[in-house]
């Protein structure tokens, strides 16, 4: 048995962001909360579920590993609309008659 342990593998980890309905955020939370998990590892844990139990997918996979992935079609991106702040005068727009009287 070693007296020393080796180092833990370090994972390497991708930042995804994903857009979903509010109740599947909801639902996505609260599974979290009820294993005390992160959100990150409920998501992380789930594809690979799905990743592991789609036996097309997995054959599909084995025919493509070597292909780089494409990219995805744009997808609109909905924006909320902007409120419009009341901006300030410049000292290019007209001035109030009072000074321009001057």
Known sequence: MPVLKAPPKVIRNATVQVRVEDEIDFKLR??????????????????????NKDAEFREWLTQHADQ????????????????VKPSRRT??????PKVANR
């Not at 609260?30 to 990743?51: H, Q, R």
């Not at 995805?72 to 409120?83: A, D, K």
């Open 30 to 51: 609260k599974y979290a909360e009820f294993i005390d998990a992160t959100p990150a590892f409920v998501v992380t844990e789930s594809l690979k579920m799905v990743f």
């Open 68 to 83: 780089p992935t494409r990219p995805l079609p744009n997808e609109p991106v909905l924006q909320e609309p902007t409120q």
């Open 91 to 96: 000292m290019f727009e007209e001035l109030p």
